[in-house]
């Protein structure tokens, strides 16, 4: 259904983008935001279910400055390759400003504007609801660094987050501290699932978990508009 497109990011840099155009009535702009692994086919399928909700997504590339076209498998080398990337390579404060390009790109079309992310993008979901004025909700899926790096802040919007129980890469602890912080704007679930339990390409999907992650979400949206 979507297509890969080029947009112009805040430093002049040319980016590819998946864009899904939303079917029959527009509910509103999406930003989703990828895993480290870059725009997948998984990716670009949860982009497609979303536009068929109602929903025009954007979905820029995020590494494409640092390694054009990267799409990554789950393990081995180019898994190495995807946490360099990440890490190392590709500035998170560039993550966001690609964000805010896409969300600037979708307020023009009309409409409230949401944003969810996977995994890295579920840090940059997180972030964006914290320092963007331009969003409707936003819906961070187990951002490693919203327990820890960005816990204070209460976000600007709507926003909830989902963890799972048993991930080994965001201990529990700092989930219940984030918790504990009550943000009125902010909601956390935590599902009896491991790290990626949204992706059925990866050896923690848990569908459940999955299937109510997504309800949860497009009823946040849903509620703010969409």
């Known amino acids: 259904m979507g297509e890969m497109i080029r947009m112009t990011m805040d430093d ?3 980016v ?10 527009r509910r509103g702009g999406l930003v989703l ?10 990716i670009r ?3 497609d279910e979303y536009a068929a909700e109602g929903y025009e997504v954007l979905s820029p590339a995020l590494f494409d400055r640092e390694h054009p076209g ?13 946490v360099q990337l990440a890490r190392e390579l590709h500035p998170f404060e560039q993550s966001l400003k690609d964000a805010q390009t896409c969300i600037d790109a979708l307020k023009g079309a009309g409409g409230p504007v949401f944003i969810t992310g996977y995994c890295y993008g579920g840090s940059v979901a997180w972030r964006m609801a914290q320092i963007s004025p331009d969003l409707a909700a936003s819906s961070a899926f187990y951002g490693s660094l919203v327990p820890t790096t960005f816990k204070d802040d209460a976000p600007q919007c709507a926003t909830i987050a989902h963890f799972g129980r048993f991930d080994d890469g965001i201990p529990m602890a700092g989930v ?3 918790i504990a912080r009550d943000h009125p704007t902010a ?14 390409r990866r050896k923690d999907y848990h569908e459940a978990s999955a299937d109510l992650a997504r309800e949860r979400t497009l009823m946040l949206f849903r509620a703010c508009g969409g």
């Open 16 to 25: 590819a983008v998946y864009h899904a155009p939303a079917e029959g009535e």
């Open 33 to 42: 935001i990828q895993e480290i692994f870059g725009v997948t086919d998984h």
């Open 70 to 82: 990267f799409e990554s498998d789950y393990s081995g080398p180019q898994f190495q390759r995807a």
């Open 187 to 200: 909601q956390v679930f935590v599902y009896e699932a491991g790290h990626g339990f949204n992706s059925d």
């Open 176 to 178: 219940e501290a984030l």
């Open 45 to 47: 399928e949860m982009c």
């Open 12 to 14: 002049g840099a040319e």
